[in-house]
């Protein structure tokens, strides 16, 4: 084998284990709406008031998201995107800031 096929062999050994890797690494997270601290989130919310990473502005606001480890966001007092999107424009009472 030449190593010009050898090399090539070795990244797609290695791109296709990046690819079946990747997906498990994203099911063992989940988004959780309601414990950003501010400029703190993850990425955009769910107001559309901006688009990116640590632009909160507020701790705890409910369309505000955080990537935790899947099955913990109910522990920490958090929201699923479909309860945030009922606690629109509603304060989180029961928080500390």
């Known amino acids: 084998m030449n190593q010009r096929a050898l090399i090539a062999a070795a990244a797609a050994s290695l791109l296709s284990t990046m690819l079946v890797a990747t997906p498990?690494?994203?099911q063992e997270k989940e988004k959780c709406y309601g414990i950003a601290k501010a400029g703190m989130n993850d990425c955009?919310?769910?107001s559309g008031t901006h688009s990116c990473a640590g632009q909160s502005k507020v701790s705890d606001e409910a369309n505000e998201w955080k990537y935790v480890a899947k099955g913990t966001c109910a522990s920490m007092k958090g929201m699923t995107?479909?309860?945030a999107k009922m606690m629109k424009g509603k304060p989180m009472m029961d928080?500390?800031?």
């Open 95 to 97: 928080k500390k800031s």
């Open 24 to 26: 498990a690494v994203a």
């Open 44 to 46: 955009a919310n769910l």
């Open 81 to 83: 995107a479909d309860q």
